[in-house]
């Protein structure tokens, strides 16, 4: 790591990312189950020929299969990126690469090269504390001092 701390906006910037992969996953899923047709609507936008064949001709006859993979694989990400550490450096390497993978879809190409800037911005960042326990501390601070201590449970005579 380079223990360099994340400002606040940082760790701002890693909770909505997080989120994002962890909405993403649900989305995914819900397409799935819901209407896997709209993913075909995506070919007219995709940039490269030999990317639209890889699509038309491997992901959408798979569907079924590479629906869930996908949520899984955007589940582990948001989780990485949320976690601490080298959990959350791997995340955004991931993340990034997975951002530039996707951008010759060409439907949502600036997204995912603003995504993929963002994972390298955070990927300078060494991540002590994941955000689950930022936000559990932060919690605790609000709530005050006897926050978390519990009902008290009286004594048997």
């Given amino acids: 790591m380079n223990d360099v ?5 940082a760790e701002a910037v890693r909770g909505l990312i997080g989120a994002s992969y962890l909405a993403g996953g649900v989305v995914h899923l819900v397409l799935w189950r819901s209407d896997p047709d709209v993913y075909a609507a995506i ?5 490269f020929g030999w990317y639209r064949g890889l699509w038309t001709g ?3 006859p798979n569907l079924d299969v590479l629906l869930p993979v996908l949520a899984a694989f955007e589940y582990v ?3 990485l990126v ?3 550490d080298r959990a959350a450096r791997a995340g955004n390497g991931v993340g ?3 951002q530039v993978a996707l951008a010759p879809l060409g439907f949502w190409w600036p997204t995912n090269v603003l995504l993929a800037f963002g994972h390298a911005w955070l990927g300078r960042y060494d991540f002590g504390e994941s955000v689950t ?3 559990r501390r932060r919690l605790r601070t609000r709530a005050g001092p006897s926050a978390g201590a519990g009902r008290q449970v009286p004594e048997e005579p």
């Fill in 82 to 84: 949320l976690g601490r």
């Fill in 96 to 98: 990034m690469a997975f």
């Fill in 133 to 135: 326990s930022i936000a």
């Fill in 5 to 9: 701390r994340p400002p606040p906006v």
């Fill in 43 to 47: 070919t007219a936008e995709v940039l």
């Fill in 77 to 79: 990400i948001g989780g």
């Fill in 58 to 60: 491997f992901v959408l």
